[in-house]
C-alpha cells in the first residue's frame, strides 16, 4: 500500500529535476498535511533562496511540471507559494481495493531484512517483576511483533539477572527452608519478593549465614556442581513467576528467549583480555578501566567504564561488553535494540563508546539504547503502592481486569454473554487498555497511570479502539456473511467513506517508521486515527442499509479491510481485540 506523502514526494521530485535541472531531483518536497487539501509541498519557500526568484514564481513552475495523471485530482498555488495537491477518489478507492486483496495489506516485507536483537523486560531471577518492568516489557513486545512483521528476523532476548553475588545467599536460604519447599511451591518460595527480603535480612543480621553466603558465591562461580543444581532450582521458579505474567501480558517471550547473565559468564575473561590486549582498558586506581573520548565528569576529568572492579570481580559493563562481542561476532546481527530505562542512557552510551573503540560496533552494526519513562501515579510520583513500596506487576493486571469488570458492566451492550464470555471479554479489555494507555505514549516520555481514563470506551484508550474492531464485526454477523467474503469493489462518494480510505492507506508507514525508531506509539497513534475515522464513517455511511447493492458491496469491503488494518495493528502493538463486546 503505498503512502500517499511518498507518492506525491516523487512526483515533486521529478517535476523538480524537470524544471530546474537533475541537480534538484533529490531536494526534499516537504510534504506536510494541508487544511486546504490532501497534502501540501512547501519546497518552492526553501527553493526560491537558492535559485534568487520568488516563492510563488518557483511553486507555478514546479505544477507546469508535475505529473498528475492517475493520481491527483486538483492542484492550487496558495499563499507565498504553497502547492496543495488533492488525490484523485479513485485513485484512493483502488488503492484501499489493492490492500483488501492483499494478505498484508499492501506492506512490502524489507527488501533488505536485517537481524535484530530485541533486548527487552529482564527482570531478576528470585524476583517478583514489578511496575517497572511492565514498560520494559510491552514496549519491546511491540518493537519485536513490528520488526517481525515488517521481514526482519528478529531476536527476542530476555537478558534476566540470573547471576552475581545475591544468589549467594538465596541458595543459602532455599537450603534453611528445606529444597521441597519449591518443589511444593510453598509460599515462602513462591513469594519471590519475601523469599529475597527474607534472604537479605539473614545477610545482613547473621554473620554466619553471610560466611556461607560468601563461600556458596565462590561455589557457584567456580562451577560446583551441587550450587549449580541449587542455582537452578531458583531459576526454574522464576521462570514459572516470569511466564505466569507473560501469559497475563500476552507477551510473546518463552523460556527460548533467556539468555542470562549467566549465559556469558563464560566470555567475560577472554571480552577483557581482548580489551587489555588493544590497549583500550588500563588500571585505574586499582580497577581496570576503559577511558571513552568524549565523556568527562563535573571537573572535566574523564569518566571510566571500569570493566574490572579493584577485588578483580566483573560488573554489568563487562557483561554487557560481551554480549556485543557476542552478538557481532556469534550472532552476527545487524541491529541491537536495548529495551531499558532512560536512567541507563550515560551507561548505554559509554559502553557503546567503548565496544566501538573495539572494532565490535562498527557503520555495519548499530546499537540502540530505546529509552524508558518512568510510570506515575496520579499524583505525579513514581508509582508506587499506599504503604509506599514497589507496585507489584501481577497485582497491577489483576487490579485492571477487575476494574474493567466494572467499567463494562456499567456500557449498553448489544448482546448479553455468559459467565465465561464475559470474563474472557474484560480480561482482554483490561490488559488491552493498561497496554495500550502505556504504548500510547512515546516511550522515554514518563506517563501517569490513571485506571479511570485507561479503561474508558471512549477517547484515546483500548477499550475504544477494541470496540471499533468488535462493531465491524457486528456488522457482518448482522449482514450474514464473513469479512473475508466482502470484495466491493470499493467505490468512494462520501466524504466520510473518503477520510476513511486515505487514513488506512498510512498503514504501511506508520509500520515503517515505528519499526525503523523503535518507537511504537507512532503506531497507537495511527490505529487511533484509523478508529476514529471509521466512527465518522459509521455516523454518517449507513452500511447494510445503504441506498443500493453497489453502495453497500463497496461499504462492506471498506469495512472488512478497516477490520483487518484495526485487528493487525493492535495485533502488532499486542493488544488482544475480542470477537464481541
Known amino acids: 500500500m503505498p503512502d500517499p506523502q511518498l507518492v506525491l514526494a516523487a512526483r515533486v521530485q521529478d517535476a523538480l529535476s ?19 487539501a490532501d497534502l501540501q509541498a512547501n519546497v518552492a519557500l526553501p ?17 507546469k511540471h508535475l505529473d498528475t495523471a492517475g493520481v491527483v485530482a486538483d492542484v492550487q498555488v496558495s499563499g507565498p507559494g504553497f502547492i496543495n495537491l488533492t488525490l484523485s477518489d479513485d485513485w484512493i478507492a483502488g488503492e484501499a481495493q489493492r490492500a483488501l486483496e492483499d494478505d498484508r495489506l499492501g506492506v512490502p516485507a524489507a527488501a533488505a531484512p536485517q537481524k535484530v536483537v530485541v533486548e527487552y523486560s529482564s527482570p531478576n531471577v528470585a524476583k517478583e517483576m514489578h511496575v517497572g518492568h511492565l514498560r520494559t516489557t510491552i514496549v ?40 521441597d519447599a519449591a518443589a511444593r511451591g510453598d509460599s515462602s518460595v513462591s513469594d519471590l519478593t519475601a523469599f529475597y527480603q527474607a534472604a537479605r535480612a539473614k545477610f545482613d ?3 554466619e549465614f553471610a560466611d556461607r553466603s560468601r563461600r556458596r558465591v565462590v561455589a557457584l562461580q567456580a562451577g560446583d556442581p551441587e550450587t549449580l543444581r541449587l542455582w537452578n532450582v531458583l531459576v526454574d521458579v522464576s521462570k514459572k513467576y516470569f511466564n505466569h505474567v507473560y501469559g497475563l501480558l500476552g507477551v510473546t517471550l518463552t523460556d527460548d528467549d533467556i539468555k542470562g547473565e549467566s549465559f556469558y559468564n563464560d566470555l567475560l575473561a577472554p571480552t577483557v583480555q ?18 571513552p573520548p568524549g565523556f568527562t565528569g563535573r571537573e572535566g576529568e574523564p569518566l571510566p567504564v571500569i570493566i574490572r572492579k579493584s577485588d578483580g570481580g566483573y560488573n554489568y559493563s563487562t557483561t554487557d561488553l560481551a554480549t556485543i562481542r557476542y552478538r557481532v561476532d556469534t550472532e552476527h546481527v545487524d541491529r541491537m535494540i536495548y529495551i531499558v530505562g532512560t536512567p541507563q542512557s550515560l551507561h548505554f552510551q559509554m559502553v557503546f563508546a567503548v565496544a566501538r573503540m573495539a572494532g565490535w560496533l562498527g557503520d555495519e552494526v548499530s546499537a540502540e539504547h530505546a529509552q524508558i519513562g518512568n510510570v506515575l501515579g496520579t499524583d505525579g510520583k513514581i508509582l508506587r503502592t499506599r504503604a509506599g513500596g514497589t507496585v507489584k506487576l501481577a497485582e497491577l493486571l489483576d487490579e485492571a481486569v477487575e476494574r474493567a469488570g466494572a467499567v463494562y458492566d456499567e456500557v449498553q451492550h448489544d448482546e448479553s454473554f455468559d459467565d465465561a464470555t464475559r470474563a474472557a471479554i474484560v480480561r482482554d479489555v483490561g490488559i488491552g487498555a493498561v497496554k495500550y494507555a502505556d504504548l500510547s505514549v512515546a516511550r522515554d516520555s514518563e506517563y501517569v497511570f490513571d485506571f479511570d481514563r485507561m479503561i474508558s470506551f471512549n477517547g484515546k484508550t483500548g477499550p475504544y479502539l477494541q470496540y471499533a474492531a468488535a462493531r465491524i464485526r457486528s456488522i457482518f454477523r448482522k449482514g450474514g456473511l464473513a469479512p473475508d467474503e466482502a470484495t466491493g469493489p470499493i467505490v468512494l462518494t462520501e466524504p466520510a467513506e473518503r477520510a476513511l480510505a486515505l487514513q488506512l492507506l498510512g498503514f504501511g508507514a506508520a509500520l515503517e517508521q515505528a519499526g525503523a525508531t523503535a518507537e511504537p506509539h507512532r503506531l497507537a497513534s495511527y490505529v487511533y486515527a484509523v478508529a476514529d475515522a471509521y466512527t465518522t464513517f459509521h455516523e454518517n455511511c449507513p452500511v447494510l442499509k445503504a441506498p443500493d447493492e453497489a453502495t453497500k458491496a463497496s461499504r462492506l469491503a471498506l469495512c472488512a479491510v478497516t477490520l483487518r488494518t484495526l485487528t493487525t495493528g493492535l495485533h502488532l502493538l499486542g493488544v488482544p481485540t475480542p470477537e464481541r463486546m
Open 47 to 63: 527553493l526560491a533562496k537558492k535559485l534568487g526568484r520568488k516563492p510563488r514564481d518557483v511553486a507555478d513552475e514546479i505544477v
Open 205 to 207: 543480621g547473621d554473620e
Open 274 to 291: 581482548e580489551l587489555e590486549d588493544k590497549g583500550i582498558a588500563v588500571i585505574s586506581d586499582g580497577a581496570l578501566c576503559a577511558f
Open 140 to 179: 519491546g513486545d511491540a518493537i519485536a511483533r513490528i520488526l517481525d512483521f515488517l521481514g526482519h528476523h528478529v531476536v527476542r532476548d530476555n537478558h534476566v539477572g540470573d547471576w552475581g553475588t545475591p544468589f549467594g545467599m538465596l541458595i543459602e536460604h532455599l537450603l534453611d527452608l528445606g529444597e
Open 18 to 36: 524537470a524544471a530546474f535541472g537533475p541537480s534538484y531531483a533529490d531536494a526534499d518536497p516537504v510534504i506536510r498535511p494541508s487544511q486546504f
